[in-house]
């Protein structure tokens, strides 16, 4: 059998965590001088002990190693562990990487060039038009499969960018009315989308650059200005999609591109 100390150099276990895993029931010693106190460890502990690094450095706290390894007899039983836990690295893969895109793009924004394109607003009148639409109470994200949907069925007749139309005055996370829509060059009759004459008017216009996570910053520009000149809101607010995800070939969200139009009057 090996002392603490061998059986630290072996497992390249610190005499601490050694300490701990024995305490925690983890990683008991097979034999202890009732005398000294002295632990010793031999084979089994060996081998447990690799199991617990392995499990160490996939993330596993003490608790549920502790259960692991007391209900797992052999590696096939691991398995649905393992895929639990990897479901929670990917989750935080996705947390991170959200996070290090929010960072990249504030690091962006401080920069004096890219806080000028993407705070430029401009007003400007803009003419009725013949659009098709498809009205929905649901979630933001939704509106791609819609986009789908009229991309299928009036393709050959669409004129411009697809866009959306917003008509809630807030932000909701389900039940929001929203319309996917899309100018069309002739009035069309086709089941599940309607046609019609959407109204034009005075709007202020925001371009965004960038994802669709970081819009808000654009929002409140708009907000502001609205504030600063005497204008409101005179209808849905739109949003026109000049560069999006893609629809065949994935776009680099940095690439994205989001007019953001208020339709606006006189307080």
Known sequence: MLTTGEFSSATRLTVKALRLYHEEGLLVPEKIDTVTGYRYYGDESFR?????????????????????????KDEDELASFFSDRLREVEKEILRIR??????????????????????????????DALICGIRFLGTYPEIGSHFGELMKKAGRYIKGRTFALYYDGEYKDSNADIEAAVEVRKEIDVPGISCRNLKGGHFACIAHRGSYD??????????????????????????????????IIPRDPKRFVTEIMFPTEKC
């Open 214 to 247: 970081q819009l808000g910053i654009a929002y409140k520009a708009l907000f502001d200005y609205l504030k600063e000149r005497g204008l409101r809101l005179s209808g849905p607010v739109r949003e026109v999609y000049h560069k999006g995800p893609g629809w």
């Open 98 to 127: 959200d996070a290090r895109n929010r960072i990249s793009y504030f690091i962006e924004s401080a920069k004096e060039d890219t806080m000028r394109k993407n705070l430029e607003i401009c007003e400007r009148d803009v003419n």
């Open 48 to 72: 447990r002990a690799n199991s617990v690094i392995l499990l160490r450095e996939l993330g596993f706290s003490i608790s549920e190693m502790k259960m692991i390894l007391s209900s797992c």
